[in-house]
Every structure is written in C-alpha cells, then in structure tokens.
C-alpha cells in the first residue's frame, strides 16, 4: 500500500464511516452524539492528526497530557482544544498544535476532516483534522499542557484491540485500547484513529 498526501486527500473526500469506526473503541455507556438536554452546555474544539513519513512508515504525532490537567489527564491525545471565540475549527487545531509542541502552521498541509464526534464526559464536541508534514518536526513541548510527544506508526491500531480496566473520572470502566510504548491509547484519541485506520483500508492505494 503506497499513501502519501494526495491520496490520503481523495480519501478523505470519499463517505466517512464516522460512528462505525467510533463505536469500536467506544467506551461502555457512553454516547457519540449530543443529548437535547445538553445541547446548551456542549464545548466546541478541533484536534489535529498530524502524520509525516518516516523510514517507509506513516507516523502519527500523538501527546501525553500532564497529570495537572483540569480535562483527560495523563491519557494519550492529539494536539487541539477549546475553539476561542472569532476563531475557525481549523484555526484552533493549527494554534494548539503550536502552543503544545511547536509546530508551525506553515509546516503543515491540511489534508482534510474527519467526522466530529461528541465526548460526553468532558462535553466536548470534538473535529478532528488531518495534517501533513514532509518530514519529522523538531517539536518544542509547552511542559504545562504536554508531558511528552508519541510517534505512533498508524499500521500498529489493527484488531485484535486490547481492553484494560482504568480509573476515570467517571470511576472505573474497562476500554477497548492499543498498548503502544508502555501507553494506553484509548477514548477519543483512539476513536479518531480507529477512523483513519479504516479509511486508509478501504482506499485503493496504488502506487503512481
């Protein structure tokens, strides 16, 4: 399978399967969209999947979040946030992705969007975007929001998954996860690439 940013482009045009993926990694109990009775009180934020080749491998730039942090501390994440008031999805996803690891805007070619999704625990309506970078990032960590960066290879997150019990803020539940150096990838993060997994799979890369 031969991808690089042109075709990982087409297929990101191409129908999504969005909650199909999503529900794979899904936590027990928990909803993928947004209930009437909390419509009001949803957050609005973008992520960005950021991906680079290296050593024939497609990598992703995924983060630690400190243990300090008011939202999903600890776990393994994508650089994003909260969208500022005046700002596009878009724009929150490039300037978080430079406040937490450095990376610049400029670096970065936007490839596409995958499909949002609601996280109900912490309220976030959640749109993941997908960038691409021509080679490894020298990364500068902002240690209050990233305790360290995770180059994870995309052709790792494949079934069978793995499932570990966890200590939550919603007391203890046991999650579908990839175990990847000595990390847990699960929730959302895993969700977003659980998509992306299929996507590539259901593509038709070839060569050019």
Partial sequence: MFIH?????K????????AISHKKMLSPNRVLKVTPAEKDHVKQ???????FI???????????RPSHMKHHAGQVALPG???EK???AIETALRETFEEIGVKSNDIEILGLLSE???EVSKFQINPFVGWLQKRPKFKIDHNEVEKTILFPINRFKAPFSEVE??????KLKVPCIKFDEEIIWGATAMILAEFSDILEQFNFTSE
Avoid: M, Q
């Avoid at 940013?5 to 482009?9: E, S």
């Avoid at 290296?54 to 992703?60: F, G, K, M, Q, R």
């Fill in 54 to 64: 290296e050593n024939n491998e497609l990598i992703a730039c995924l983060i630690k």
């Fill in 45 to 51: 934020s973008s992520v960005l999947l950021l991906l």
């Fill in 166 to 171: 966890l200590d939550t803020v919603s007391g």
């Fill in 81 to 83: 946030g909260r969208i």
């Fill in 86 to 88: 005046g700002e596009t």
């Fill in 11 to 18: 297929a990101l045009l191409l129908n999504l399967p969005g």
């Fill in 117 to 119: 999704f609601y996280v």
């Fill in 5 to 9: 940013a042109k075709n990982i482009k």
